[in-house]
């Protein structure tokens, strides 16, 4: 593998049927290049997200691969699942790691797009970097109404697809595809079932925050007609409440740039506004790989003495304190984007 490395992490709506996964792992380690680093399912999301780095043509292949076995081999028609999506190909990012600018993944999203439309006659959307308007630069925003509202969105004049037809494809829905900065999928669990109990939490976090609304519970608007929010405690946070089994509720987060809001800030954050309500923090879990810098950062927060610890002493502080290790063995060898990389 080359000096440059890109990452690709494509989400699948498929978490239960392990043929289909290992069809798309294999369709993705048949690509000269490239190294697939984890696979993550998930039963209840009914969802596996896979990570894989390598140069850019290489990257830009397997993802064309692994999309046309996935469109193959999952129906949306029959899919239920715990997380948000529009698609059985939900969504694919290209995300520069070393040696690539955010251009080339942008570049890269825009090819992808436009293959998989053409060849494959399905919907794609840009959205982040990548995005050519801005009501697709938010990813939550595409997918606003999911699969089952997919339909009746897909007609609307503002809702053309960039790339492929307009057009409700019932068997596969439609494909997010962006170019964006590594984002860190990070979750934790709290010691209840009660789903509201997460999502009130989430609100009070994420950048885009609450709802106002009045005494009698109804919203509240401004002059211009939009809806009042009350913004949220961290920058550059995506929260919501999701239930990671069904009798663990848990803050699920997508952490957007680590250097302004990193996994220990919202942790911390949690664990205070979990108190408040008689409810403790039981572990964390990261979805995918973490950046290095990102762990190490959090492990200079919870070591207690940081200035003098060893790159290795910092990566365990980081999993002591976030929880990692609580739900299922964290291997950093195989987690941290850098590491994962390097191995054989």
Excluded at 7 to 26: H, M, T
Excluded at 311 to 329: P, Q, R, S, T, Y
Aim: glycine fraction near 8%; charge should be neutral.
């Amino acid at each position: 593998m080359g000096e440059g490395l890109i990452e690709c992490v494509p989400n699948f709506s498929e978490g239960r049927d392990k043929i289909i996964i290992e069809k798309i792992a294999e369709s993705i380690n048949t690509v000269e290049g490239v190294k697939l680093l984890d696979i993550d399912s998930s039963e209840d999301f009914n969802r596996t997200v896979f990570s894989f780095v390598g140069e850019k043509e290489s990257v830009l292949k397997a993802a064309i691969n692994c999309t046309k076995t996935g469109l193959n081999m999952i129906d949306m028609r029959k899919q239920k699942g715990e997380h948000a999506r529009i698609g059985a190909v939900d969504v694919v990012p290209f995300i520069p790691i070393s040696g690539y600018s955010i251009e080339d993944c942008i570049e890269l999203a825009n090819r992808y797009g436009e293959s998989v439309g053409k060849e494959m006659s399905i919907p794609v959307f840009l959205y982040a970097k990548a995005a050519k308007l801005k009501d697709r630069i938010s990813l939550p925003n595409i997918r606003k109404g999911e699969y089952e509202g997919l339909e009746k969105k897909i007609m609307l004049k503002e809702w053309i697809p960039d790339y492929g037809p307009q057009k409700f494809i019932a068997k596969s829905g439609a494909i997010s595809s962006g170019a964006r900065s590594v984002l860190i999928a990070f979750n934790v669990n709290l010691s209840t079932n009660d789903k509201f109990l997460a999502n009130s939490i989430a609100g009070k976090i994420r950048t885009s925050g609450i709802i106002s609304r009045n005494e009698k519970g109804e919203k509240i608007y401004d002059k211009e007609g939009k809806v009042v929010r009350i913004k949220g405690k961290f920058s550059e946070l995506q929260a919501a409440g999701w239930m990671y089994d069904k009798s663990t509720a848990q803050v699920s987060m997508n952490l957007l740039d680590y250097n302004f809001t990193g996994m220990h800030h919202v942790m911390e954050e949690i664990k205070l506004e979990a108190i408040n309500l008689g409810l403790s923090v039981t572990a964390g879990e990261l979805v995918g790989l973490v950046p290095l810098n990102a762990i190490v950062s959090s492990g200079k927060f919870y070591h207690s003495n940081p200035s003098k610890a060893s790159e290795n002493e910092l990566v365990d502080a980081a999993i002591e304190g976030l929880m990692l290790d609580k739900l299922n063995i964290f291997d950093p060898e195989k987690r941290i984007i850098e590491w994962a990389a390097k191995g054989g």
